[in-house]
């Protein structure tokens, strides 16, 4: 029905005759019959195509499972094969065009196929390949058991689609589409002898098909501009070339249907050698010829009548001469400019339409004459039209010559034109769907040029009608184009249904993330537009896809890490290394600072099968200062345990003061260390860089260092409040004032050994007045003394002098020894600060 006016149409007459048209008498309509739903099976889903409210996928229920299809028989090929040809034109059959000095390529061609190799015959474009391709068919009926397999790689870049036409050309599965792996496991089974015609695919994509199919033959037919197979595709190659000058002078008489005279023999022969003897530019040349014997032979004509008052024809014949060599070489303008109006309408759309022709039925609506219809005999008889599967297209260079000359100028209407017609025709209840899948072609050519709302409508009604003719790379695309254009025309509705078609032929194809993405745009666009119906229908199969991702990643599981069976205890990590030689010992640290010994290891689950120890006698030790990490003897599988480190106190909560954090390090009322577990007879050693016990050490350096600064602390306060003086029997030594700060500074890293003092006679004890005892550690001197400089120097005994004060900057206190000395040792330390670094465990 007509869906602007109301109206309904005829039924399309399937050999061929005009489309549908809008009779006069209107009708109900109802007359128009219902929707077109078709119920397929893709893989594993029931597909319910709804052309109104969306498609619908659901999982096949158990029992429903397709049975394994049957191979066609070989009437059931030869009618499919013929269906594949390009349909038969209205009018006169045209003369059959003689197949000339091909003869020796297809009996090398026959002879290589037969041999189950496979061919590339690679010529320029008009060079007689399809013709060619014909005449082999012919002789290769029964090379295969599964016969010739005709089959179009025009605009194929990838495998899949010939892959699926492959199948649906042997194997009798209407209305399936197998999944991919169900797909390579039935096309392996096929052997036939395929004629791929107007092949646009090479490399690693024509392997992929070649592999997939190992029981086929191919004869690959492309131009020389097409990407050349691998190296190791092992495919044979065959160039077609021109002809000679006797056979393209055989073929231009067979054309015109005449001998030649002289004039037309010398011109055949200079344009031989302008065109390197392609047919295609023959079959023009002899059109011209025709054209201008009838131009001449109706002046012939006119010339013994007169012509009448109301006729345009001039009085004075014109002699149409021979064409040049330069139009006889690209003829197009002038076989368009002598062909009728209805032929130049249909050269008009053809160019709007990237060069496809619509089908010949489509041309009266399109042209607005009824006998339009037989623009395309007359175009095809031109050398102006090729075939091209089951359809028709401009000839090599014809498209760019004729847009030259003004025929893409009105490209934009006629494509609109095009576009709005095609809408309402692939919209119709009596248009079966296989009849718009084989004008795929002009359909998407017509959605490219068309105008946003155009494109839309366009791209609603025919969607459907691709999806269920099984053509999924043009529904693919349709629907591509009709996201964009409803995006562009702000139709919102439109958008999410294009969007959720998408997601349904991606989830149908297991691309499950683009599926997911497409799925969530569509629900998201119709839960703004409140669609309920169409919300609910997205969520059914974006839980399909869900549950694809969980299917997929429980048949491929992640990889996981884990410990060895019987080393790891409960609560601890484990870290198994591989095998490797025991290094030496090195030499034990200094006695600065002592290692507390390592807390026992909790005890581990027994191990299966424990390697020998293999012990290194030790080096000679590194020199002093050097600090070498203690290195164990390995095994042969070394496991390093990590204890978790408790606090000493047991506090629940992180300490918040100093005074909390000096008592969780030095309690007052340390807990009694729990009793050892007993070691099991052979402990495998903590890995080496590791030192154990690492907290319990830096904790006992860390109080040793505090007791040694507390000490000197002490000793120097004790020394400087001393008031009295020295006794007789000593040197008498005078210093400087005490200074806080000191220039001299001792540091104790805490590696290298402390300095022993030196061995001497125990000091003697004075029991001077105002001498004062030395100090008891632990106990806090009597006076503390001040830190400014004392205006005078101590009591001294008049029999020593006492050396005056130094007057230089340095404030560090300067000794000045009088007398002859006794062995007493006297250590001063006021003014110097001793410091002693922990150690840290590294």
């Not at 002699?319 to 197009?332: D, F, K, Q, R, Y």
Request: hydrophobic content about 40%; proline content about 11%.
């Amino acid at each position: 029905m007509d869906r602007t006016h109301g109206q309904t149409e005829r039924h399309e007459q399937p050999t061929g005759g005009s489309a549908p048209a809008a009779p006069t008498a209107a009708a109900t309509p109802a007359a128009a019959g219902p929707a077109r739903v078709v119920s397929l099976t893709a893989g594993g889903f029931a597909l319910t195509v709804n052309p109104v409210d969306g498609s619908e996928i659901e999982p096949l229920r158990p029992g429903t499972e397709p049975a394994r299809p049957a191979k066609r028989a070989a009437a059931d090929r030869a009618a499919r094969a013929a269906a594949a040809r390009p349909p038969v034109l209205p009018g006169p059959a045209a003369p059959a065009r003689p197949l000339l000095e091909r003869e020796e390529e297809r009996e090398r061609l026959v002879r290589l196929l037969g041999r189950g190799r496979s061919v590339r015959l690679t010529g320029p474009s008009g060079s007689g390949r399809s013709a060619l391709l014909d005449a082999v068919a012919d002789r290769c009926e029964g090379l295969a058991p599964d016969g010739v397999v005709r089959l179009s790689g025009y605009g194929q870049q990838q495998p899949g689609e010939l892959l699926h036409a492959l199948y649906a050309a042997v194997y009798e599965a209407d209305q399936q589409r197998p999944g991919r792996a169900e797909l390579l496991a039935r096309v392996r089974e096929i052997g036939a002898v395929v004629l791929l015609d107007d092949l646009e695919m090479g490399g690693s994509a024509l392997d992929e098909l070649m592999r997939a199919t190992p029981e086929c033959a191919y004869l690959l037919a492309a131009t020389p501009d097409t990407r050349a197979p691998s190296d190791d595709s092992h495919v044979e190659e065959v160039f077609l070339g021109g002809l000679g000058k006797a056979d393209c002078l055989e073929l231009l008489e067979a054309g015109v249907g005449r001998a030649l005279t002289d004039e037309e023999t010398a011109w055949a022969g200079d344009l031989r050698f302008a065109s390197e003897g392609l047919p295609l530019r023959f079959v023009q040349a002899a059109a011209l010829l025709r054209q201008r014997d009838e131009l001449n032979h109706h002046a012939e004509d006119d010339e013994e009548e007169e012509p009448g008052v109301f006729e345009e024809r001039p009085r004075d014949a014109v002699h149409v001469p021979l064409p040049t060599l330069a139009e006889g070489a690209a003829p197009a303008e002038l076989l368009a400019s002598r062909v009728s109006e209805s032929a130049r309408a249909a050269l008009r759309i053809a160019c709007a339409l990237g060069g496809e022709l619509p089908h010949h039925a489509h041309l009266p609506a399109l042209v607005g004459d009824t006998h339009a219809d037989t623009a395309v005999a007359e175009l095809l008889a031109c050398g102006l039209l090729t075939p091209v599967g089951t359809r028709y297209r401009l000839a090599s260079g014809v498209a760019r010559a004729l847009e030259e000359v003004g025929y893409g100028d009105t490209a934009s209407e006629e494509a609109r034109t095009a576009a709005r017609h095609y809408a309402w025709w692939t919209g119709h209840a009596s248009v079966v769907p296989e009849r718009v899948a084989a004008e795929a072609d002009a359909v998407l050519a017509a959605l490219a040029g068309a105008d946003v709302v155009a494109a839309v409508l366009l791209a609603r009604t025919a969607a459907p009608a691709f999806a269920a003719s099984l053509h999924w790379e043009a529904w693919e695309r349709v629907l591509r184009s009709g996201a964009e254009a409803a995006r562009k025309a702000g139709e919102v509705a439109e958008q999410a249904y294009f969007h959720h078609e998408l997601g349904v032929l991606a989830l149908c194809e297991e691309r499950l993330d683009r599926a997911r993405a497409e799925l969530e745009t569509s629900i998201g666009l119709r839960g703004a537009l409140a669609d309920k119906r169409g919300t609910v229908a997205g969520r059914r199969a974006l839980a399909l896809v869900v549950d694809g991702e969980t299917a997929g990643a429980a048949a491929s599981p992640p990889l996981r890490l884990e410990a060895p069976g019987g080393v790891a205890a409960a609560g601890e990590a484990v870290t198994v290394a591989t095998p490797a030689a025991a290094a030496p010992k090195a030499a034990p640290l200094s006695k600065a600072a002592p290692v507390a010994k390592a807390a026992p290891l909790a005890k581990a689950a027994p191990v299966a099968s424990e390697a020998p120890t293999t012990k290194v006698a030790p080096v000679a030790p590194v020199a002093p200062g050097a600090r070498v990490a203690p290195v164990v003897p390995v095994s042969a599988e070394a496991v390093t345990r990590m204890t978790p480190v408790v606090p000493v106190t047991g506090r629940s909560d992180a300490p918040t003061t100093l005074s909390e954090v000096f008592e969780d390090a030095f309690p007052l009322n340390p807990k009694p260390a729990p009793p050892a577990a007993p070691r099991p007879a052979t402990t495998p050693a903590p890995a080496p860089g590791r030192r154990p016990g690492g907290r319990r050490l830096v904790l006992l350096a860390g109080a040793g260092a505090l007791a040694v600064v507390a000490l000197g602390t002490v000793v120097s306060l004790a020394l400087s409040s001393s008031d009295s003086a020295p006794p007789e029997q000593g040197p008498a030594v005078s210093s400087t004032p005490a200074v806080t700060e000191s220039a001299t500074t001792t540091v104790n890293s805490g590696i290298d050994p402390a300095p022993e003092p030196p061995v001497s006679a125990p000091p003697v004890e004075t029991s001077a007045p105002g001498q004062s005892a030395a100090p008891t550690p632990g106990r806090s001197p009597a006076r503390t003394p001040s830190r400014r400089p004392s205006p005078t120097p101590p009591k001294s005994p008049p029999t020593t002098p006492v050396s005056p004060a130094p007057t230089t900057a340095d404030p560090s206190p300067t000794p000045t020894v009088t007398g002859e000395p006794t062995p007493t040792t006297t250590t001063t330390q006021t003014g110097t600060t001793t410091s002693v670094s922990p150690v840290t465990d590294r």
